[in-house]
């Protein structure tokens, strides 16, 4: 089955500086992408995704850029802002398949410190 | 638009009493149900998850059953609880047929005294 790494486990950065988070997956098959933030006590919400078929995404302070060959993908948020601090999760699965479910990493606490 | 509830929002249980949570999902038919526990470490490891009414896939052996008797509704059961079963619950729900973007509900806080 798939298996998806995730690092770092914690990160911590001054607000306004830029934070990456990396993820790895096993599966060649898989073929969606998506990120996901959680916020204490609720349960992940999405954030951005990307397909197999794009090697980067943006959605404002938002990016997520995938390598298909290196089977890895990551998530760049710029000047970040104390909001930001939150659990986030990469996934991954594949698409058109309703017998796969989404295989989350460990996920990435992230602190921005004012 | 398509809403997920889940309930309740925390519980507290004895150690060898029963569990059920309950999730339904508003606004799609059909719908793929999942549940994933979060334990302290925060990843989210999948339970079980279902494609139609009745079918169940498990992913991990434990003790905790899944159940689907309506098309959205997804039921996580025990009949005795251990304190390892402690943790944040979610459920949530996905377009079947697409594997793609998985919608949670807000979670239940189990803590197994």
């Known amino acids: 089955g798939e298996n998806v790494e995730q690092h770092p486990s914690t990160l911590s950065v001054q607000e306004g500086d830029s934070a990456v988070i990396k993820c790895t997956y096993s599966?060649?098959?898989?073929?969606?992408f998506p990120w996901y933030k959680q916020e204490l006590g609720k349960g992940p919400q999405l954030i951005i995704d990307?397909?197999?078929?794009?090697g980067e995404k943006k959605d404002q302070r938002i990016a997520v850029t995938l390598n298909k060959t290196a089977k890895h993908f990551s998530l760049h948020i710029t000047e970040t802002q104390p909001e930001d601090s939150a659990v986030y999760f990469c996934?991954?699965?594949?698409?058109?398949?309703?017998?796969?479910?989404?295989?989350f990493g460990k996920g990435t606490s992230l602190l921005v410190t004012p | 638009s398509q809403t997920i509830h889940q309930w309740p929002a925390t519980l507290v249980q004895p150690v060898g009493s029963p569990l059920s949570l309950e999730c339904t999902v508003e606004?799609?038919?059909?719908?793929?149900l999942y549940w994933y526990r979060q334990a302290a470490g925060r990843g989210l490891q999948l339970l079980f998850y279902?494609?139609?009414?009745?079918?169940i896939s498990s992913e991990v052996p434990q003790n905790l059953s899944a159940s689907r008797p309506q098309d959205r509704q997804f039921i996580l059961s025990s009949k005795k609880l251990l304190l390892s079963d402690s943790g944040f619950y979610l459920c949530?729900?996905?377009?079947?047929?697409?594997?793609?973007?998985?919608?949670f509900g807000q979670g239940t806080r189990l803590t197994v005294v």
């Open positions: 990307i397909r197999s078929n794009v």
């Open positions: 949530a729900w996905s377009v079947n047929g697409e594997g793609t973007e998985a919608f």
């Open positions: 996934a991954a699965s594949v698409v058109g398949n309703s017998g796969y479910a989404l295989n």
């Open positions: 279902s494609v139609g009414i009745g079918q």
């Open positions: 599966d060649s098959a898989s073929n969606y």
């Open positions: 606004g799609t038919s059909n719908p793929n």
